[in-house]
């Protein structure tokens, strides 16, 4: 089994900030791209921010500046640092990632995680 546990969600005034956690924990042999997700009510899931292997970032233009993902390999954790957030980043925030569970063959399986809340109010 593979679980992606999210932490950090919660409510903050606009101009606040927030730090999300992905822990990834079960039985596994690697971990590629990880990232974060969020999704608002009536709306799609919208990439926020991934992250690779080695450690390079990619984010949504309507982040960029504000946001920064980072990743400790040897804990199995990537975090979001969110700073400046606004009301329309309200929204359920994900943790996905790609994981390999066998050390024969490399087969990449996209896992995701419960989400956690983060409200911003004006």
């Known amino acids: 089994q593979v679980q992606l546990v999210e932490s950090g969600g919660g409510l903050v005034q606009a101009g606040g900030s927030l730090r999300l956690s992905c822990a990834a924990s079960?039985?596994?042999?690697?971990?590629?791209?990880m990232g974060w997700y969020r999704q608002a009510p009536g709306k799609q899931r919208d990439m926020v921010a991934t992250i690779t292997s080695d450690s390079s970032p990619y984010y949504a233009d309507s982040v960029k500046g504000r946001f920064t993902i980072s990743r400790d390999n040897a804990k199995n954790t990537i975090y979001l640092q969110m700073n400046t957030l606004v009301p329309v980043d309200t929204a359920v925030y994900y943790c996905s990632a790609k994981i390999n569970r066998s050390d024969k063959f490399v087969i990449w399986t996209p896992y995701w995680g419960q989400g956690t809340q983060v409200t911003v109010s004006s």
């Open positions: 079960g039985s596994f042999f690697s971990i590629d791209t």
